[in-house]
């Protein structure tokens, strides 16, 4: 069982939404943070690629990678990767920056100048606040995913994910799973009527949440 990525793309589109709605950047940074984004939102999913190499694509599936433990350790892992290369991006500018003022004689002017030098390092600590947001964002976008998965039925055995991997390998799935999965077999001759399911159900759920968030963030950006 797994919801579409059309489905967990939408929600996780949303989240950025909702999450930043003053955020606004170039078009070509935008869709590199919603192509980003939406690769976090079907993370999980691609513990199918282990098993499409073994020519059994479901045979990691919904194992430890649609977990909380993985939500959590990857969003850490996240939020230190970008705020390193925020500090280091920060740290080259200001020395470039440095370099200028010292020629123009403006240094003492700069947040950064600490009286009898210019340090880089001053403005380019990392910032804890940040981290917290980047991480708290990825935790929630990549949890997003376990939640559609909860919710979505599920037809083979074992039923669920290990949610709580690694201090349970117990399997979850909610009692009333009312989104429809996704099927794998497309010789199946249900699984083009299956598919445009999963697209109407998906739609009904979701674009209303994902327009929601867009009218909210066009709305930030005008204030
Ligand atoms: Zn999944």
């Given at each position: 069982m797994m919801s579409?990525?059309?489905?967990h ?34 993370l999980p999913d691609?513990d ?12 990691f599936h919904h194992g430890p990678f649609h977990s909380l433990g993985l939500t959590v350790g990857l969003s ?63 935790f929630v976008l990549v949890f997003s995913h376990l939640l559609l998965d909860f919710f979505t039925e599920d037809?083979?055995?074992p039923y669920g994910f290990p949610l709580f991997w690694p201090l349970s390998g117990i399997y979850v799935i909610s009692p009333w799973p009312?989104l ?44």
């Amino acid at each position: 069982m797994m919801s579409s990525p059309y489905g967990h793309g939408l929600i996780g589109l949303g989240l950025l939404n909702l999450c930043y709605p003053r955020w606004f950047a170039s078009p070509g940074k935008t869709f590199l943070v919603y192509g980003l984004v939406v690769l976090g939102a079907c993370l999980p999913d691609l513990d199918f690629l282990p098993g499409i190499f073994s020519e059994n694509p479901g045979r990691f599936h919904h194992g430890p990678f649609h977990s909380l433990g993985l939500t959590v350790g990857l969003s850490l892992m996240t939020g230190l990767f970008m705020i390193l290369i925020q500090w280091k991006r920060r740290t080259n500018l200001l020395k470039i920056q440095g370099s200028k003022f010292k020629v123009q004689g403006k240094t003492e002017n700069h947040p950064s100048y600490s009286g009898s030098h210019f340090e880089p390092s001053n403005a380019g600590t990392l910032n804890s606040y940040r981290y917290l947001n980047i991480t708290g964002f990825v935790f929630v976008l990549v949890f997003s995913h376990l939640l559609l998965d909860f919710f979505t039925e599920d037809l083979k055995d074992p039923y669920g994910f290990p949610l709580f991997w690694p201090l349970s390998g117990i399997y979850v799935i909610s009692p009333w799973p009312f989104l429809p999965q996704v099927m794998r077999d497309w010789t199946n001759p249900v699984f083009w009527g299956q598919i445009v399911r999963v697209f109407i159900v998906e739609s009904l759920f979701f674009l209303p949440f994902f327009f929601l968030s867009w009218r909210l963030k066009r709305r930030g950006r005008q204030e």
